[in-house]
Each structure stands twice: as structure tokens, then as C-alpha cells.
């Protein structure tokens, strides 16, 4: 019942909205919205479908029944795009065969509209969402079960954590006092971790053609993003351990929605994305973590916005479309997750560097948290555009004091408030 109403009412935000936002006129006098590609990832349990566009454009969705008498085997849920046109690759169907999803098509329906046609096997609820700048259309599909997860692929596997010894490892559901006693008595964090969370993504912020912010000594946000994550996945990564599974362990361009995708393919428990902060203030400085939320605060407002490549009117935009989206995410898990690691973090770096400041936890929406199944926070680890913070940025002890800290947050999340 919840799942109907999420739908209708997501229907109802979006088409008024987006005929509202999006002027017919647009697409007719620059030409038309091209539908260049139609990407998709999937487990048996989760789907995600991604239309690009060359340009914003006008859209709506159909789910329809399945109906043998014309031939339509398959439920289907279809997107029709406004003032848009096919690219020639596009022709071919895509087949999914992923339990949920049979095959996805697009085809020019007439001359101002293509639709992009997904057959379904079997779903249990599904979301369609645009995201901007540039335009694409996310289609989430989920199942009714949890289903098992497929390994990751040996490059992006831990070089210590195996398949078997992640299968292995029981998930249990709240701490134990029998747990907390053996954490004293000399077992690791990582071990305590494996007990209660199998698998943790690490997003790195950025890479490849996007740098992320640029120090004014011209350190780049993607380096750093990168190494810390490494250095994480090294911190949790044992035999023992939780499997830790990461978005990028190279300087490659991967869009904010597919690393989304990825957490939810591997059904991820954790989900951890690190980005370092800047602001056109000098003197800004200080750490804080973001849940995926709508935001009031304006200068949350603009970290979204350069966080997720957009202005911040896309992000306004976004909380509207995505209201009932946002509001069902795991909220108070990201929020105990996030402050768990922002008070750790800023309390050890306190303790060896005296002068970090804390800018507390809050939540704004990121593209990279939309649609995580899974307890999701964004770490924003000190100001690159602050040259004091700059320069402990590229300090292999700050570094090493920054991974602790969220990795005791991590344990603090797992163990309660209790000691760690
Ligand atoms: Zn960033």
C-alpha cells in the first residue's frame, strides 16, 4: 500500500513539475533532446536504468498490465521523452534478464517522441527520477526478496578480504555485551566490524576528467578522495574484516548515479563517500558529514550543488522532485552513521592538531545518496581552499589521524554508544 502511494504521489510531484520547469520552447529552438545511451546495473533484487539526454526534456512514465490478447507478454513500464530523438546506436534492445527486468528498448514512438520500453518480469516498486547537468532520466526498479549479491570483480575486490571468508562471517543484528567484552579483551576493530556489516563501499569523491575543488597550491580534491579511501579500504580490509568494495581505486570519471548503482548491486551495508571541502572563503575550515535530506541551510545548499556538478536552483529543484524519495531513504541509520563518524573524526584530529573545527552533521541533497538502499553519509574532510588545511591535506600523519577517526565512527555506529 505504502509502495502505491510512494508512486502515485512521486507521479504527481513530477508531472507537474516538470512541465513547469522544463519550457516546451526549449527543446524546439535548439533542436531536439537526444537519447544518446541506456545504461543499466543490476542484482536480482535491484535495477537501475539511466536514459541520457543531450538536454533537459519533458517526460512521463506508464506502467501497464500485461495483456496476452495483443501479445504483450511482459508488464511494461514505458518513458515517453518529449521533443527528443533517437541516436542510430540506440536501436538494438538491451537485454537485462536480471529476474526483474527482461529487456529494455527505445524506439522513436513518432517524430517528437521517443520511448524507452522495459519489460518486467517481476517488481515489487519503482522510481523515476531526473537528474541535471548534464539531463538524465534514473529509473530504480526493486524486487520483493533480498537476493544474494554477485561478488564484485577481482578489481575492485580487497587484495585481502576474500569472497569465502566474507561469506563466512554471520550477520548479526543489534551489539552484544559478549562482543563488547571480547572488543576488550584485545579483539581489532575490523574484526568487530566483520561481525555485524559484510560489505562497506568507499566512494571516493570525483576523478578523472573532474578534478573535484583545486587547492590554491593546487592540490586536487579526486588525489586525496582517492587516497584516503585507499588508505580506509587498508584500515578495514582483513581476513575477518567486512568486505570493502570501492566505486574507484584509479583516477577514472565514474557519474555520481552509477557509484550509487554500484552500492546497491553489491547490497552494500555501509555506504561511504568521501569528498574534501572548499568554499570561496578562505578562511573556512573544519569538518563535517551529510545525510542525504532537503536542506534549509543555505551553505549546505552550495556544497550539494558543487558536490553534485549542478547550480543551486538544480538543487532546489531536485528536493522538490525527490521529496518522497529523500523522506523514505534510511534517515535515522545515516544520521547515527554520520554522527558517529563526524564526532570521532573531529575529536581525534582535536586531539593531535588542537584547532579543528567541527561543522556538525547535516543534510543537503547529493546525487551520490539518492537511492541508496543502505545507512549512506558523505564525509566533507576539512577545506582544500583553506591553505593551512591544504597543506595538512598532503600530510601523510593527518592523513593516517583522518582514517582513524572515521573508522572509529564506524565501530562507535556498530557497537552503540556504548565503549569502544
Ligand atoms: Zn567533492
Known amino acids: 500500500m505504502r509502495y502505491l502511494y510512494s508512486i502515485r504521489l512521486l507521479c504527481l510531484l513530477l508531472v507537474p513539475s516538470l512541465l513547469v520547469a522544463f519550457s516546451p520552447n526549449e527543446s524546439s529552438a535548439a533542436g531536439k ?43 511494461r513500464l514505458y518513458i515517453d521523452i518529449k521533443g527528443a530523438k533517437l541516436a542510430g546506436a540506440l536501436k538494438k534492445p538491451i537485454p537485462i534478464n536480471d529476474g526483474l527486468l527482461k529487456v529494455a528498448r527505445a524506439g522513436q514512438y513518432d517524430n517528437d517522441t521517443v520511448r524507452v520500453v522495459l519489460d518486467i518480469e ?26 544474494p549479491a554477485p561478488p564484485p570483480p577481482p578489481s575492485i575486490a580487497p587484495p585481502v578480504a576474500s569472497e569465502d571468508a566474507a561469506q563466512k562471517i554471520p550477520r548479526l543484528e543489534g551489539p552484544k555485551k559478549t562482543e563488547i567484552r571480547k572488543a576488550k579483551e584485545g579483539i581489532t576493530i575490523t574484526q568487530q566490524l566483520g561481525l555485524k556489516v559484510r560489505k562497506i563501499v568507499i566512494d571516493p569523491g570525483h576523478g578523472g576528467k573532474d578534478p573535484g575543488a583545486i587547492g590554491r597550491g593546487g592540490l586536487k580534491e579526486k588525489d586525496v578522495t582517492l587516497r584516503l579511501s585507499k588508505m580506509l579500504r587498508e584500515r578495514l580490509a582483513n581476513d575477518s574484516g567486512p568486505k570493502i568494495i570501492m566505486t574507484r581505486d584509479t583516477d577514472v570519471f565514474i557519474p555520481l548515479e552509477e557509484r550509487t548503482a554500484i552500492a546497491n548491486k553489491y547490497d552494500a551495508d555501509l555506504f561511504i563517500s568521501i569528498h574534501i571541502n572548499a568554499s570561496p572563503k578562505k578562511t573556512a575550515s573544519g569538518i563535517e558529514t ?10 549546505a545548499k552550495r556544497v550539494a550543488a558543487r558536490e553534485n556538478a549542478t547550480s543551486t536552483r538544480s538543487v532546489s529543484d531536485l528536493e522538490f522532485i525527490l521529496n518522497d524519495l529523500i523522506r523514505t531513504a534510511k534517515t535515522n541509520d545515516s544520521v547515527r552513521l554520520a554522527t558517529a563518524v563526524q564526532e570521532r573524526l573531529v575529536k581525534g584530529l582535536k586531539e593531535k592538531y588542537g584547532d579543528t573545527r567541527s561543522n556538525g552533521v547535516k543534510g543537503a541533497p547529493f546525487y551520490v545518496l539518492v537511492g541508496t538502499k543502505m545507512p549512506s553519509i558523505l564525509v566533507e574532510v576539512s577545506y582544500i581552499s583553506n591553505p593551512n588545511e591544504e597543506k595538512k591535506l598532503q600530510d601523510e600523519k593527518y592523513l593516517r589521524e583522518v582514517i582513524e577517526g572515521i573508522s572509529t565512527g564506524l565501530m562507535r555506529y556498530i557497537n552503540g554508544p556504548g565503549p569502544v
Do not use: C
Open 122 to 147: 517481476s517488481i515489487e516498486d519503482y522510481k523515476v527520477f531526473p537528474l541535471s547537468e548534464p539531463f538524465r532520466i534514473v529509473v530504480d526498479v526493486t524486487g520483493k526478496g533480498v537476493a
Open 290 to 299: 551529510y545525510i542525504l535530506n532537503i536542506s534549509n541551510d543555505e551553505e
Open 33 to 75: 533532446a537526444v537519447v544518446s545511451d541506456v545504461k543499466h546495473w543490476s542484482n536480482p533484487n535491484y535495477t537501475r536504468v539511466v536514459i541520457e539526454l543531450s538536454k533537459k526534456a519533458v517526460f512521463s512514465q506508464r506502467l501497464l498490465k500485461q495483456d496476452p490478447s495483443i501479445k504483450m507478454e511482459w508488464r
